[in-house]
Every structure is written in structure tokens, then in C-alpha cells.
């Protein structure tokens, strides 16, 4: 098997194609990790959510980490890891027009806010539906692509 690194365009392009990943935080050294849907562009992922314990800890440290990957066999396979900053779009006029950008990347995937309201169901500790738009501003991304060796 050859593993080589992805450039910047081929993660860019990974991520948006894949537009679904891990999304990390932590608070006081614990860290937390859920499976998330997201929409791409080069310097930006974007996300919806309803308040809960992710929206919560990334509010109390911006820091976060997406990973993505794409598993086709074993020695066919490619992620993409992003490093970067949590920042929140309120519904305020300020934020207008940001939040009208996440929405029309988020809105290529049909019932886009589905699961963040889904999510909701199961909550006690919050309310229930508060909608949350955010993007991740990215710092850093890196991409390992993995083939078969043609010489094995
Ligand atoms: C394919 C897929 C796509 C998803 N897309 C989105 C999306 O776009 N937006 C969105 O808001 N959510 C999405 N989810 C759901 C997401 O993974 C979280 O379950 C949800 O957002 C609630 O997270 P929270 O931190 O607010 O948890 P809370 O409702 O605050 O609950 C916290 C508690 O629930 C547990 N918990 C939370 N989520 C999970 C989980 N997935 N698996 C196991 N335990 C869990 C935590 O460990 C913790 O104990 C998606 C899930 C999947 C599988």
C-alpha cells in the first residue's frame, strides 16, 4: 500500500464532496467527538445544530478539529483532517449575511436541518430546538490518499 499527502485543492474538494465527518471539542481537558453533517468551501465548513452539549463546548473553546474519511477497501482509502476555530452566526441583522451564505451551502443537502431538530429529541438538559448556525474558519488541513502498491 502507498500513502501520499493530498494538496490543499484535493482536501478542499474531499470535504465537500463528502460534506459528513467527526466533529471534535473539549472543555477542561475532556474531549468530545459526533458524527455531523457539514458544507464546504476552501477557507470555511459550516454546520447546523441545535443547542446541546457540542454548541456548548465550542462556545467555551472555539478550538475544534473535523476529521473525514473514505473508506473503500483496505488499501483504498483517503481523510482529511481540519483544524480550527468555532464561530457562531446569531440571528441578528449583523450576521445576516453570513448566515445567508452558510444556508445556501447548507441547503444543497435536502432536510438539512433535520437531523440537528432529530437531535433534539433526545435532550432533558437543554431546550430542545434552539437552531444554531456556525461555521469552523480553518486553520490547518492536511489529507493522507492511501493506493495499492502496483509492485506487490
Ligand atoms: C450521519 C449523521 C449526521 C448528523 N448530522 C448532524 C447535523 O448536521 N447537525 C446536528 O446537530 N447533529 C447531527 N447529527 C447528530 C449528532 O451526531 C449529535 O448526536 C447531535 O448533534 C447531538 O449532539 P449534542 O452534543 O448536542 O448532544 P446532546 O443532545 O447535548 O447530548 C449529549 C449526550 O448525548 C451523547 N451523544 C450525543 N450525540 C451522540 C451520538 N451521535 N452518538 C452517541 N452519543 C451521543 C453524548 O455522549 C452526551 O452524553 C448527525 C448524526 C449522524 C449519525
Not at 3 to 30: K, P, T, W, Y
Not at 99 to 112: N, S, V
Amino acid at each position: 500500500m502507498l500513502v501520499r499527502e493530498m494538496d490543499r485543492q484535493e482536501c478542499n474538494e474531499f470535504i465537500a464532496r463528502l460534506a459528513f465527518g467527526r466533529l471534535a471539542c473539549s472543555r477542561e481537558n475532556q474531549p468530545y467527538i459526533v458524527p455531523t453533517y457539514f458544507a464546504a468551501e476552501p477557507d470555511r465548513i459550516y454546520g447546523f445544530a441545535t443547542l446541546g452539549q457540542k454548541i456548548e463546548w465550542m462556545r467555551s473553546n472555539p478550538l475544534v478539529c473535523i476529521e473525514a474519511d473514505e473508506v473503500k477497501t483496505q488499501n483504498d482509502w483517503a481523510s482529511v483532517v481540519v483544524s480550527g476555530r468555532f464561530e457562531e452566526f446569531p440571528d441578528t441583522p449583523e450576521y445576516a449575511e453570513q448566515r445567508r451564505r452558510a444556508q445556501a451551502f447548507l441547503e444543497k443537502r435536502g432536510a438539512w436541518w433535520q437531523t440537528a431538530f432529530g437531535a433534539a429529541q433526545t435532550r432533558s438538559q437543554f431546550d430542545r430546538d434552539i437552531p444554531v448556525v456556525y461555521c469552523i474558519q480553518i486553520h490547518k488541513i492536511t489529507g493522507r490518499k492511501a493506493s495499492r502498491d502496483p509492485k506487490s
